[in-house]
Nanobody, 119 residues
Framework: QVQLVESGGGSVQPGGSLRLSCTAPGFTSDSCAIHWYRQAAGKQRDWVSSVSADGRTTYADSVKGRFTISTDKTKDTVYLQMNSLKPEDTAMYSC?????????????WGQGTQVTVSS
């Protein structure tokens, strides 16, 4: 099995930017989609954005126009560029592979990366 690795989180002021990374060795070869989720303290995990194996992107309404998801296939890495951050974006961000049974079962959730937006 493969462990997903998220990175790039941190503390920023409102209006700031961060770029998160999700590395999943082999996911492009397996033609997996990648979904980003976030979970604020005491709340349920929410879907944020997805990129399919063929590059189609989708976003939650709450982040549309501010976040951009992209893929670097040479690095088996998916990025989440987050601009115009708001305090309500504060959460633990995690990624997961989806698609075929291989995509679901082969790749394990990572530790996540914490994003804190405050003044």
């Amino acid at each position: 099995q493969v462990q997903l690795v998220e990175s790039g989180g941190g503390s920023v002021q409102p209006g700031g930017s961060l770029r998160l990374s999700c590395t999943a060795p082999g996911f492009t070869s397996d033609s997996c989609a990648i979904h980003w989720y976030r979970q604020a303290a005491g709340k349920q995990r929410d879907w944020v954005s997805s990129v399919s194996a063929d590059g189609r992107t989708t976003y939650a309404d709450s982040v549309k126009g501010r976040f951009t998801i992209s893929t670097d296939k040479t690095k088996d890495t998916v990025y989440l560029q987050m601009n115009s951050l708001k305090p309500e974006d504060t959460a633990m961000y995690s990624c997961k592979t989806f698609g075929s049974l291989t995509c679901v079962m082969k790749y394990n959730w990572g530790q996540g990366t914490q994003v804190t937006v405050s003044s």
